[in-house]
């Protein structure tokens, strides 16, 4: 064979070599490509079914919304290994449900508590007309409820045959003491002490100085007011008849007011006496009118359940009349500063307290957390979340209603998994076992099952065969 002959036969085997490996090579890749392919898929587990348009809608079933499209299936493979609740979102679904988040900070929380309040009278700057003899209004000047009247202003005239008795008495004995001063010591002295007894009993109807001996000589004693205040009751009318103790005028000093406040009593419980108010009513728009806690009700109205707060407001221009309606603003004083998050963040169950945090992009999970007070639109935490961590504050209530929609799913699937991992087995022991017993025990039932002899090893006859 020539020279030429043997490398053409050498590189035709070679060539034959190359197509048979490709050829093997080939056949192979296509016996496992759908190997492959069917892998996943025997992994791929439907968790839900969520809205086709992005609406925060989900079913566990398959289903079509309003236009006819079918709700696109979720499956296990599509969201990463994550703790149980926890909801991912697509850019596109947390620009739709206008999610919003913010970091958890630190800082004072100076509360301010809103209550309804109303004008009352100060009730240590009341004053009641109300002699301690019997007697008759023989002028009445302070006439009118509602008229202000100034301190020792006369409010009547009035007249009384006790107090003009005490009266002469008194003077009788007072002119007597000093003219036998100095002819008859002893009688002087017997006259002093009735001129003190006297004295006394007219002290005891609250009248001294220059009104113990009268006016001019006259029976008729004039009453004063006590203070710069407004008549606010006035039950009696000139020439009426009195008796010893009878209210005949109430007045009222209105300088300073008090502001009974119903604050109810989750939000009473920082309140303390001397923290500043303020009072604002619908009646005097434009105006505050300041002034400080002077008493906090120790009693829960059990009817409303709020606390009694009582505030009082210097009213110099007298513009705050008692009955006046509004609104009081409690301040409470800040403290150190504490970890807060907004209102809106807090989903409050009533058993329990928790916020969505943010734990990667498009992620979030629930986390139940312990809360302080409120201050504001921010709610103080004592537990559950650090400094610095983003929770929702917006459209958190759609993520949750998503978050536990899937934990139910998630713990749904694990108990179905469980349940088909153990339900095969017991069936495929059963028969098992009644077999075996049924061929040990011949008599066993009705129908015993005959047991078949052994093949002799020897690989002879039987010795039953042939007959």
């Not at 002469?168 to 001129?195: K, N």
């Not at 407001?313 to 998050?341: A, K, M, W």
């Not at 179905?416 to 098992?432: D, F, N, Q, V």
């Amino acid at each position: 064979m020539t020279r030429n002959q043997t490398v053409s036969l050498a590189i035709a085997a070679v060539l034959a070599a190359l197509a048979a490996g490709w050829m093997v090579g080939r056949a192979g890749h296509d016996e496992a490509a759908p190997a492959a392919a069917d892998a996943p898929t025997a992994e791929r587990r439907v968790l839900y079914y969520r809205n086709p348009m992005g609406l925060p809608d989900t079913s566990p079933v398959p289903k079509k919304d309003p236009m006819g499209m079918d709700y696109i299936p979720v499956y296990a493979s599509d969201e990463p290994v994550s703790d149980a609740g926890t909801v991912a979102l697509s850019p596109g679904k947390i620009q739709t449900l206008g999610v919003r988040t913010e970091p958890v900070r630190r800082s004072q929380l100076a509360s301010l508590v809103r209550a309804s309040g109303t004008v009352e009278i100060d009730e240590t700057r009341q004053y009641a007309i109300a002699p301690r003899f019997e007697g008759w209004v023989e002028h009445l000047y302070a006439n009118q409820t509602g008229m202000q009247v100034s301190a020792g202003q006369p409010l009547m005239a009035v007249y009384s045959p006790q107090l003009a008795a005490a009266r002469q008495e008194f003077r009788l004995a007072d002119a007597a003491a000093r003219r036998l001063a100095q002819s008859d010591p002893a009688s002087a002295a017997s006259m002093e002490r009735l001129r003190e007894a006297a004295r006394t009993r007219l002290q005891n109807w609250e009248i001294s100085g220059a009104q113990l001996g009268g006016q001019g000589g006259s029976d008729n004693m004039v009453l004063t007011s006590p203070a710069n205040a407004v008549v606010i009751e006035k039950p009696i009318i000139q020439g009426a008849r009195f008796q010893p103790g009878e209210t005949i005028l109430r007045l009222a000093d209105l300088s300073t007011v008090w502001i009974m406040a119903k604050v109810p009593a989750m939000q009473a419980a920082d309140i303390a006496v001397g923290q500043p108010a303020r009072f604002e009513t619908e009646t005097l728009p434009g105006q505050s009118f300041a002034g400080e806690v002077t008493f906090v009700q120790p009693v829960v109205d059990a009817a409303s359940r709020t606390v009694d707060v009582r505030v009082a407001l210097p009213n110099p221009t007298g513009d705050l009349r008692p009955n006046l309606f509004g609104t009081v603003l409690l301040e409470q004083p800040s403290r150190q500063p504490v970890l807060s998050v907004p209102r809106s963040a807090v989903l409050d169950s009533g058993a329990r307290q928790t916020v969505l945090v943010q734990t990667g992009p498009g992620r979030f999970a629930p986390r139940e957390v312990t809360i302080g007070r409120r201050a504001g639109d921010r709610i103080e935490i004592l537990d559950g979340v650090a400094e610095g961590e983003e929770v929702v504050v917006s459209a958190n209530f759609l993520i949750d209603a998503e978050s536990n929609l899937k934990a139910a799913l998630e713990g749904f699937g694990a108990a179905s998994e469980e349940t088909g991992a153990t339900g095969p087995s017991a069936p495929s022991e059963a028969p098992h076992a009644s077999h075996e017993t049924r061929s040990a025990d011949p008599h066993a039932g009705h129908s015993p099952v005959p047991v078949t002899p052994p093949v002799a090893d020897d690989g002879g006859a039987s010795p039953h065969e042939g007959h």
